[in-house]
């Protein structure tokens, strides 16, 4: 996608001029000259010295100084000859009688004894055989033709077609692509043969290059003919169908329009060997990289076309104030310390006319009156450059600076505005002063727009309204949110534009908006404002910035500097301007940067992030590794792992910012500016997904073909396995922990509740042998003496009551007894019980008794305080029936529902009023029922009978006992 575009914006957008830039990689390489270049897919150029072969990527540069011979042995890499890279990005290069190829998943150059070979135009390596030329494919299949020793001819190559041309003697052959073989004509004097993805073929003849139409059944067109002395020795085709030409004199350049061209390249030093071209090739992105004696230089069509006028162009003082171009096309420079310069545009480079006549040496600010004068601004006044006129308006002073120090100039009507920096505002008409108003601090910059005149102060913004005579008729300070000083003015239709010492601002509306280094500017000093169609341009101290309004509100900052070939960095105040024909002009402290807007185009292709190395970290010691692409699993003893890459840019590799994306079982996103490092330690075991993005300087986004994993394999300890059975050896012993504590308790209870039930036993069983007996034989013996005093009433009377008496007491000895005997601690022994009681109470008073008990009782324990309760609120609601109900009939209900125990006992007895009655029985009664854990209900009504239900809880184990509250 990106090919196809750059083949058409540099179809549109050629470019008219050829400039040449010097590659930094002096130091870098093994040796200086680059005896032949070749650049790969990836974004790679390759490079052979006589001391081995250098990988530049833009920053560093990669040096192979051996090659392995096929038994392992490695021999020294030197007095390489030439280089080509294929379209599978095998690097091939010949050395001695080996063929060294380098792939992209080895490390090493791996020489093998193989035929020549060259590359077609869509890079696909052909072999010289026995059989004749061979595509790469069909030479490795055909062994019998891959004869070591062939010769193959000094002179061959293969076009855009698959057709071989090569010469014999002074014949040119041409195997087409039925492999059928042809001479084709008699080409003596022939030095040079190449041919270019646009299906021509280029012939040096003696002093004549010769360009030919190759086509189909090996038919030759002759093209063009011209004349080049020089022998060529190398030759390479961009993407605009040019044919580039190096030579030992320099090199050429053969447009599609047919003309020829010399072009030179700006080396540092003039030698007959600075001319000496070695090399040269092309990338994909449309770039010619030429190698010389000297070092590698650049034509890249889309770096910014800045140029420089300096000393070379006569320009004697670097440090630039002022710039003007006026209607006639002279550019006046004003400096500091220098005085002013005067150029005339000869050809594409300015050349400075005769010195001026300036006798001031410091010129702050230059402007062309509505009558085409020129005037400079100075410490000692006004001068009008092209007529003789010399305006000062304290004509004794000469405090620099001071009130004869002019700091800013425009034109109005038919007259002159101009600042002092003593704050004084005069306006200039008929080269005469005229003082309209006292700002009260210095004036920086002046912006006119219909009656309001903008001022720029050193502490603010002053508004003025001006009639048409230039009369001040009212004055204001505008409001700023901060006190800055306003270096430069614009009126755009997004507002009023400042550029201050406090960065940029915008008055939008009623609002002012900011941006300084946070939002993306180099610096928060901003000089010169300067408009195009769509960008702003800024003058900073710290670079050259183009700011894309298309979006605004949102801005986009794009910084040039001296490395992308600006020149200068640090510019100065009031050191801009823009002229007629839309040319930019900035100055600075080492001279002047002129250009077309126009031709600053953002780079249209994005940035190829590249793995250039792995560190791995063993016993504290650091080893660099190469990446080959697999996953990498790193031992649990590894937790640091650090990865090295590099944004392949080479237009401008500096401009390249980074941004990782960690996936684990998080994602984390990482800025990493322009630090193409990453070292992450602390990591935790498991797998990790690393993605590498390379921003360009325009915000282009690219990305690795495919993301990095690895792994850090954990310890023992550390896996899921070993903490799921640790997990469970825990939760074992918690629980046969809690098992035996539980167990301990219920053996302990077992025991206590044992040794209560033997208590029980033995209390019951003496209380039934030894105080039973005693009240038995009390009872008998008071029965016996009543008979015998029959006719003693007082007597009897009172032995009746001790009898009556004994006999409750061994009622409720007995019931006592019962409760305590813990073999009647089971639900089926307590309700035969309660039925046998009811029963005896019943026939003592006459009373019928209907049962309704359930058929099958559930062997539940209950325990004696319990049974002991409904015992005796049994007894007490049927004493309350005997004594109170006049009942002839009653009825005892038993219930069990949802472990619950439901007795009722009803009469058919004559009632009662629950409001009128004493209540103290049946409080009796509520106070059992409560210490059962359960409810008691009384439900009578007068003349209806009577029914107590009582509801108590049963255990829901055998074994399981309930505990009263």
């Known amino acids: 996608m990106w090919v196809g575009f750059i083949l058409g914006l540099l179809a549109v957008i050629g470019p008219d001029t050829l400039l040449f830039w010097n590659v930094p990689v002096e130091g870098k390489l093994p040796q200086l000259s680059i005896y032949s270049l070749a650049a790969d897919s990836t974004g790679f150029l390759w490079m052979s010295t006589l001391e081995g072969i250098a990988r530049w990527d833009g920053e560093e540069v990669r040096t192979w100084k051996t090659y392995r011979l096929p038994d392992g042995s490695e021999r020294p890499l030197n007095n390489t000859v030439k280089l080509a890279v294929d379209r599978f990005n095998q690097v091939w290069a010949w050395q001695d009688q080996y063929l060294l190829v380098k792939t992209p998943q080895s490390e090493a150059f791996v020489a093998y004894r193989m035929p020549p070979l060259t590359l077609a135009p869509n890079g696909t390596p052909w072999f010289w055989t026995r059989c004749g030329p061979l595509p790469y494919a069909l030479a490795m299949s055909a062994t019998a033709c891959l004869d070591t020793a062939a010769t193959a001819p000094l002179y061959w190559t293969v076009d855009a077609l698959g057709q071989a041309w090569w010469l014999r003697g002074d014949t040119l052959y041409c195997q087409d692509t039925t492999a059928a073989l042809k001479p084709i004509a008699q080409w003596p004097q022939t030095q040079f043969l190449y041919a270019d993805r646009q299906g021509q073929l280029s012939v040096q003849q003696g002093d004549q290059l010769r360009v030919f139409q190759t086509q189909p059944a090996c038919q030759l067109t002759l093209h063009r003919t011209f004349s080049v002395r020089e022998t060529i020795r190398g030759a390479v085709s961009d993407h605009l169908g040019r044919l580039w030409i190096a030579t030992r004199s320099g090199g050429f350049l053969l447009s599609q329009e047919g003309t020829l061209r010399r072009f030179t390249l700006p080396l540092p030093y003039r030698t007959q060997l600075t001319r000496y071209l070695l090399s040269m090739t092309s990338d994909g992105q449309g770039r010619i990289w030429i190698g010389t004696v000297g070092g590698l230089y650049v034509w890249d069509p889309w770096r910014p076309a800045f140029r420089l006028l300096g000393r070379p162009q006569g320009l004697e003082s670097g440090y630039v104030s002022a710039i003007l171009r006026d209607r006639t096309g002279r550019l006046w420079v004003g400096t500091i310390g220098g005085g002013l310069f005067v150029f005339h545009l000869q050809g594409s480079d300015w050349r400075r006319l005769e010195p001026s006549f300036l006798p001031e040496e410091f010129v702050w600010a230059l402007a062309e009156d509505p009558q085409g004068l020129v005037w400079a601004a100075t410490d000692q006044g006004l001068f009008c450059l092209t007529r003789p006129y010399h305006l000062r308006p304290h004509a004794t002073e000469t405090t620099t600076p001071g009130p004869n120090t002019f700091t800013a100039l425009l034109a109005f009507k038919d007259g002159l505005w101009a600042g002092t920096y003593t704050g004084t505002l005069y306006f200039v008409r008929n080269n005469t002063l005229e003082a309209r108003y006292e700002a009260g601090a210095p004036i920086r910059s002046l912006l006119q727009n219909g009656d309001t005149l903008w001022i720029g102060l050193q502490n603010g913004l002053l508004r003025l309204v001006v009639d048409h005579q230039g009369q001040v008729r009212q004055a204001q300070r505008e409001p700023l949110p901060q006190s800055p000083i306003v270096w430069s003015q614009r009126l755009d239709p997004e507002g009023h534009w400042l550029g201050t010492n406090l960065g940029l601002w915008l008055r939008s509306g009623k609002r002012w908006l900011h941006w300084d280094e946070a939002d993306g500017l180099p610096s928060r000093t901003i000089y010169g404002l300067l408009r195009t169609n769509r960008d702003l341009w800024l003058t900073t101290n710290r670079g050259l910035v183009r700011v894309d309004l298309t979006t605004f509100p949102q801005l986009h900052f794009r910084v040039y500097t001296a490395v992308e070939g600006l020149g200068i960095t640090e510019f100065n105040r009031g050191a801009y301007h823009i002229d007629a024909q839309g040319y930019l002009y900035a100055g600075g402290t080492h001279g002047l940067v002129w250009f077309d807007p126009k031709e600053i185009q953002p780079y249209p292709f994005a940035p190829q992030p590249v793995i250039l190395a792995i560190w791995r970290f063993q016993n504290l010691q650091r080893e660099i590794i190469p990446f080959n692409g697999q996953p990498i699993v790193l031992p649990p003893s590894e937790r640091t792992v650090g990865f090295v890459f590099r944004g392949l840019f080479l237009s401008y590799p500096q401009g390249v910012r980074y941004r990782i994306i960690l996936r684990s079982k998080k994602q984390e996103l990482i800025e990493l500016g322009t630090q193409n490092q990453l070292l992450l330690s602390g990591l935790r075991p498991g797998t990790y997904q690393l993605e590498l993005e390379a921003i360009g300087p325009e915000g282009q986004q690219g990305r690795l073909l495919q993301p990095i994993l690895f792994t850090i394999r954990p310890y023992l300890w550390e896996t899921t396995g070993f903490r799921i059975g640790i997990f469970a050896l825990t939760l074992a012993l918690t629980a046969g922990l809690v098992f035996f504590v539980l167990s301990e308790r219920y053996r302990r209870l077992t025991l206590t509740r044992q040794a209560l039930e033997n208590e029980r036993r033995r209390l019951s069983r003496d209380l039934h042998d030894e105080v039973g007996a005693t009240l038995t034989s009390i009872y008998f013996l008071l029965t016996t003496t009543l008979r015998q005093a029959l006719y003693d009433h007082t007597l009897k009377t009172r032995l009746q009551q001790a009898a009556e008496l004994t006999r409750t007491a061994l009622d409720q000895l007995r019931i006592l007894l019962w409760s305590t005997n813990p073999e009647n601690d089971r639900l089926p022994v307590v309700l035969s019980y309660l039925r046998e009681t009811v029963r005896q109470i019943a026939e003592t008073g006459n009373l019928q008794v209907h049962y309704d008990l359930p058929q099958q009782v559930p062997d539940l324990p209950v325990d004696a305080e319990r049974r002991h309760h409904l015992v005796c609120i049994t007894r007490e609601s049927l004493r309350n029936?005997?004594?109170?109900?006049?009942?002839?009939?009653?009825?005892?209900?038993?219930?069990?529902?949802?472990?619950?125990?439901?007795?009722?006992?009803?009469?058919?007895?004559?009632?009662?009023?629950?409001?009128?009655?004493?209540?103290?029985?049946?409080?009796?009664?509520?106070?059992?029922?409560?210490?059962?854990?359960?409810?008691?209900?009384?439900?009578?009504?007068?003349?209806?009978?009577?029914?107590?239900?009582?509801?108590?809880?049963?255990?829901?184990?055998?074994?399981?006992?309930?505990?009263?509250?």
Do not use: W
Not at 908 to 918: P, S
Not at 919 to 933: H, K, M, P
Not at 948 to 965: F, T
């Open 881 to 965: 029936v005997l004594q109170h109900a006049q009942a002839t009939t009653v009825t005892f209900q038993v219930q069990l529902t949802n472990h619950t125990l439901t007795l009722k006992l009803c009469d058919n007895g004559r009632g009662f009023d629950l409001q009128t009655v004493e209540q103290r029985g049946l409080r009796y009664l509520q106070e059992r029922a409560i210490r059962l854990n359960g409810t008691l209900q009384v439900l009578t009504q007068p003349g209806k009978g009577t029914c107590i239900e009582v509801c108590m809880p049963l255990p829901k184990s055998p074994n399981r006992v309930i505990d009263n509250a």
